[in-house]
């Protein structure tokens, strides 16, 4: 039972790691589509963000959010993962279970 926990938080890490990498490759499509190439102070788009391999567009500050920040919570979640794993061993490799040679 205590395997099957630490699996599921060591998974649970690395999805959230892969829900991160997928909306910060969406909101980057979804904006070079949808958003604005100029300034546009009455609605708030006035911070400029470089989207889609150097476009420039401005977005709200609450849309920019996740482009500031994603990168901390990937960061955070692949580490402790990663750690977690090496600590608990929840999963392994091929090569952990085959035995090893005598010299």
């Given at each position: 039972?205590?395997h099957?926990v ?42 400029p ?40 061993k ?14």
């Amino acid at each position: 039972m205590k395997h099957l926990v630490r699996k599921t938080i060591v998974i649970f890490l690395l999805g959230i790691c892969a829900a991160t990498l997928g909306t910060t490759i969406y909101l980057d499509e979804h904006f070079y589509r949808t958003m604005p190439r100029a300034p546009q102070p009455e609605v708030g788009r006035i911070y400029p963000e470089w989207i889609h391999h150097g476009t420039l567009v401005y977005l709200t500050r609450i849309e920019r959010a996740p482009f500031e920040y994603s990168w901390y919570l990937f960061a955070i979640c692949a580490a402790g993962a990663y750690l977690l794993n090496r600590r608990w061993k929840a999963i392994r490799s091929r090569e952990d279970e085959m035995p090893k040679k005598l010299c």
